[in-house]
């Protein structure tokens, strides 16, 4: 079954956006767990323009007693990032190719050119523990070469899919997207994936096999505004329960 992974960086751009701490990202992630979501997700960027690395720690703070519930942290795999993983060590670090002033992650790694830049990273976070996760786009080469890595997983970045939701190229694009997690199940990679999914296009996403977790955030925190958050919740762990 596909777990549903919240990601709250949303509520942090709020925060910031008056200076106080309201709302308060902790409290926020604990009204979702509190709904029965098992996941949060958080994208610390360099100039903590939402996530800063203090609510990383509270994060941590919070999820690590709670049996069954997952700390993800997600982010380019700088010196900074890698020092505040060790730190927090949570329950899964997933790597993106975002540059510092990238408004959001528009595409996954390329094991082509960065595999060897990733090889002692991901050797390093294995030491912490943390299950490693690599935002890859659903390209099959791709997925062999990451099978070779040190990676646990792999997140298939999924703005294509929802871009394509519905239009006459989403077959072949759904079809792109099932081969790519057919083959990485095969490989012996375990499968997440994210960007731009939403109550509408999640259902289908989700008859794909072996989708471990989704990490849903700017879709569903506009959805919480218009449909209220126990609502949302109630929708997206039905999709997720409803999974392949
Ligand atoms: N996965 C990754 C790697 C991301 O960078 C993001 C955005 O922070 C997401 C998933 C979630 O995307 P969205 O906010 O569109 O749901």
């Given at each position: 079954m596909t777990e549903l992974s919240v990601n709250v960086n949303k509520l942090a751009l709020l925060r910031n956006s008056r200076g106080?701490?309201?709302?308060n990202v902790v409290e926020f992630a604990k009204k979702f767990i509190d709904l029965g979501v098992k996941g949060i997700t958080i994208h610390p960027r360099q100039d903590e323009r939402h996530i800063t690395r203090q609510d990383a720690r509270d994060l941590g703070n919070l999820i690590r007693?709670?049996?069954?519930i997952e700390l993800n942290i997600e982010g380019y795999p700088s010196e900074e990032f890698l020092l505040l993983i060790e730190e927090v060590k949570p329950d899964q670090t997933t790597l993106v190719p975002d540059l510092?002033?990238?408004?959001t992650s528009d595409h996954g790694f390329d094991f082509h050119t960065q595999a060897e830049f990733l090889a002692p990273i991901l050797d390093r976070l294995k030491k912490t523990g943390t299950r490693v996760s690599v935002f890859l786009d659903p390209d099959l080469e791709q997925v062999e070469l990451a099978a070779k890595s040190q990676a646990d997983r792999i997140e298939l970045y999924t703005e294509e899919y929802a871009r394509e939701?519905?239009?006459?190229?989403h077959a072949e694009v759904h079809q792109r997207y099932h081969d790519a997690a057919v083959l990485a199940t095969k490989l012996g990679l375990e499968l997440n994936a994210g960007h731009d999914l939403n109550l509408d296009n999640l259902a289908k996403f989700v008859?794909?096999?072996?989708?471990l977790e989704v990490s849903i955030g700017h879709a569903l925190i506009i959805e919480c505004l218009e449909y209220g958050m126990p609502y949302v919740a109630r929708q997206y762990l039905a999709i997720c329960a409803a999974s392949a």
């Open positions: 106080h701490d309201a709302p007693p709670l049996a069954g510092p002033d990238q408004l939701f519905n239009s006459p190229k008859t794909i096999p072996g989708i």
